[in-house]
């Protein structure tokens, strides 16, 4: 390998982004841009809820029950409704994603000290998010039931409310969230966005610089020169992954001081780490850019190929842990996976290569083999 | 163009120009071996992909217990953590041991129940449970701990409702609000049908956007489009085929993805009417180029046009309401995304497929929907025009 070619390679290269300047902004305002929306979007926490009562027994009861989903955050009110026949087009319009039903006689049961069954329709549409409301609306009954428990209990045997609500409930949950301890929803997406960034960005930008040659026909260039096929590709791709290199600092650093991400890991790891996620996705494109002859192939292809593993398996929405067996397998097979364990790691666990070098292993046989796939791959003699 | 038209041969003559165009798009699409390719493997295997076992709900959190009691009470209430939403993973003998099956990530959750658990509990006493949860994935930690609480509360008022004479034949008589949930719309909860309309969603962005756009900038690029302005065609006649050929392509995979994924395999419902969902997404497709194409005029190579594109097709998709909940999101972005067509068409895509709505309570998102293509594709017209005169 010369050089000396490999770097008139790479000055030609990074001459031709330069000088288009619409692609060089481009190429480091998507990273910001991303992480700006990504980072205020994706937000995982569900919060206000549209939901719409039919109160049926009209008691103070009653009435100091829907008054705690009035209170509470994650629900929005939306109105109360007469009858149950208002609910089906509310519903499928989608304008309210759940409706609380409180039977008759809610009042009179409950303080005859007897159960009473409230019903919840909860729009299906989107699991998640109807799995969540449940969630909440059976946290709400607990601590409306327990009041209620404390209160008759304390009553038939005659007890302080204390040590009723003590023989009621024995036994105290005491919950301590680790890594995260305010179990906020930006501390798992904004590091997990810098994986998200490096998966989409790196690979468009080398696939569409290839492929342009191909297109324009300006790769015959290369064909009939004296550069080998190493010292091309080298060259070609070490602008690309300077660009790369230079936004990994300063998507850490939006999450870091934008998103108030805590970093506790070591610097230099995670940022060796990156690069070399940096290096995969770069070989993911550059495999793409040699397997097609158009642009426009190029772009869906890589597109679809890094959002559909990284939304699915990377563990950004979806903790890999919960995955169905089978979909497990097809997620180790996805680099995205193992880099988001290592951002978790650094940014929220604080640990380094002590344990994350499973990960970091994977990563490499990856990056090797990739780069040497789009090396053996790429020929100067082509066949059509 | 339309006030061009007046003679019915003249007419004739307008939709042969339109057709011949399509024709000639269609043709250069399909020789583009890898681009059809791909085409199969997103509208079939994608699809299928996401359909088939991602979930998001918490399912199968890795538990860890420190159990210092080993009594049956311990037991049991360990017994009680469990399928779907807890995968019970063993005994530690040491909490430590356990803190660093969570660092290693791979379980979420440690359980520490005390000595004499079973005492104090028997004798009426309060004690208590620590439960430490890795909120590395915030919401799996908050479901993981709510989950819980439900569990020990229950098993904590069982337990002492047995003790006081309160439970009737397994039933307590006690003054508790009970839940009784009715999901509509999917009552199974079947994830499969939420993941493979999404996907068919995400996909069917990613093409409408960047295959008429990619078309008409590297018409520019190669030069061929001055041949076309040459010709009697008249701006919109060279815009339109493009879009119409590669709607006509996108509808084929929706058609292939709707009937040999969603319907053959996942068991999705139509609940609406077949005609009004093709009739939608014609007119998303439609909807969406246009954007590609108001981004193709502003761009100067093909380069340019797919960074451009991806730029607003990425947040797009993520952000549009499938993945997460719009309303969560603070305000001034909840507004930008009511720009996003793919926003309306969500409403609109579920609402036909699972509930069964019509036109009379979709009109706003349709309307919606309109008003933006319309003014994304007149505008990408608009430019594409004065960049020829």
Request: glycine share 6%; aromatic share 10%; hydrophobic share 50%.
């Amino acid at each position: 390998m010369n050089v000396r070619r490999v770097a008139a390679v790479a000055s030609k290269e990074w001459r031709e982004t330069v000088r288009d300047r619409m692609f060089l902004s481009l190429a480091f305002l998507i990273p910001i841009l991303w992480m700006l929306v990504f980072g205020y979007g994706m937000v995982l926490d569900v919060e206000n809820i549209p939901y719409a009562v039919v109160d049926r027994d009209h008691s103070s009861l009653s009435r100091d029950y829907l008054y705690r989903f009035q209170q509470s955050r994650y629900f929005d009110f939306k109105g109360a409704l007469t009858d149950e026949r208002e609910v089906e087009p509310l519903l499928a319009s989608s304008r309210i994603r759940a409706v609380i039903i409180i039977p008759e006689k809610f009042q009179e049961r409950l303080l005859a000290g007897q159960a009473v069954g409230v019903q919840t329709l909860v729009d299906g549409t989107f699991p998640l998010r109807s799995d969540i409301t449940k969630g909440y609306v059976i946290a709400i009954n607990t601590a409306f039931s327990e009041e209620l428990v404390v209160a008759h209990v304390a009553r038939i045997k005659g007890l302080a409310p204390d040590r009723a609500r003590q023989l009621i409930q024995p036994i105290k949950l005491e919950v301590r969230y680790l890594y995260n301890q305010e179990v906020k929803s930006a501390w798992t997406i904004a590091p997990a966005l810098v994986m998200l960034v490096l998966t989409l960005a790196p690979p468009l930008l080398t696939a569409l610089g290839i492929v342009r040659e191909k297109e324009r026909g300006s790769i015959y260039n290369i064909y009939s020169s004296t550069v080998s096929r190493l010292e091309f590709l080298v060259g070609k791709l070490a602008p690309y992954v300077a660009i790369s290199a230079f936004n990994i600092l300063v998507l850490w650093l939006m999450a870091v001081y934008l998103f108030a991400a805590p970093f506790k890991g070591n610097g230099l790891f995670f940022y060796a780490t990156a690069l070399l996620f940096v290096f995969i996705t770069t070989g993911q494109g550059l495999i793409v850019s040699l397997l097609v002859n158009t642009q426009q192939a190029a772009a869906i292809i890589t597109v679809v190929l890094s959002i559909v593993p990284t939304m699915l398996y990377g563990g950004l929405l979806v903790p890999v842990s919960a995955l169905a067996p089978q979909t497990k397998v097809i997620a180790h097979l996805f680099p995205e996976m193992y880099f988001t364990n290592i951002v978790h790691g650094t940014f929220l666990k604080g640990v380094g290569i002590e344990v994350l070098w499973p990960d970091v292993s994977v990563l490499v046989v990856y990056a090797i083999s990739l780069l040497s796939i789009g090396y053996w791959l790429f020929r100067k003699r082509p066949s059509v | 163009m339309m006030h061009a038209v007046r003679s019915p041969m003249l007419q004739a003559v307008w939709w042969r120009r339109i057709s011949v165009m399509i024709v000639k798009e269609l043709r250069q699409l399909f020789r583009d071996k890898a681009l059809i390719g791909f085409f199969f493997w997103a509208f079939i295997m994608d699809v299928y992909l996401a359909g088939s076992g991602t979930s998001m709900q918490l399912v199968n959190a890795g538990l860890v217990v420190h159990d210092a009691d080993q009594t049956v009470s311990s037991r049991e209430l360990i017994y009680r953590f469990h399928q779907p939403y807890f995968r019970f993973d063993g005994l530690v003998d040491h909490p430590k041991d356990g803190l660093r099956r969570l660092d290693f990530g791979d379980d979420i959750v440690l359980l520490d129940i005390p000595p004499r658990f079973h005492e104090m509990l028997a004798s009426g006493e309060s004690t208590s449970v620590q439960m430490q949860v890795a909120a590395t994935h915030s919401p799996q930690g908050l479901s993981a701990a709510s989950y819980g609480a439900r569990i020990v509360g229950e098993f904590g008022l069982e337990a002492s409702a047995r003790a006081m004479g309160l439970s009737a034949n397994g039933n307590l008589s006690l003054p508790v609000v009970r839940s009784d949930h009715r999901i509509w719309y999917n009552p199974n909860q079947d994830e499969s049908w939420f993941m493979s309309i999404s996907e068919v969603l995400t996909i069917t962005t990613i093409f409408a956007v960047l295959l008429p756009a990619a078309a008409l900038v590297r018409e520019r690029e190669r030069g061929t489009v001055e041949q076309l302005l040459v010709s009697p065609l008249s701006p919109f006649q060279i815009m339109f085929p493009k879009v119409a050929a590669m709607t006509l392509v996108i509808l084929a995979g929706t058609a292939m993805s709707l009937f040999g994924i969603l319907h053959a395999i996942f068991n999705v419902p139509m609940k609406g009417s077949l005609a009004l969902y093709f009739a939608m997404t014609t007119l998303y497709v439609f909807t969406t180029s246009g954007l590609g194409l108001m981004a193709a005029t502003i761009a100067n190579n093909q380069a340019q046009v797919s960074l451009m594109t991806i730029l607003v097709v990425a947040p797009m998709i993520n952000l549009s309401g499938t993945w997460t909940p719009p309303e969560a999101m603070p305000i001034w972005l909840r507004e930008l995304m009511l720009l996003s067509p793919l926003h309306h068409f969500v409403n609109i895509s579920y609402g036909i497929q699972l509930k069964g709505t019509g036109l009379d309570i979709l009109w706003p998102s349709v309307l919606s929907m309109v008003a933006l293509g319309g003014a994304l594709f007149g505008f990408g017209l608009w430019r594409f025009r004065r960049q020829f005169r």
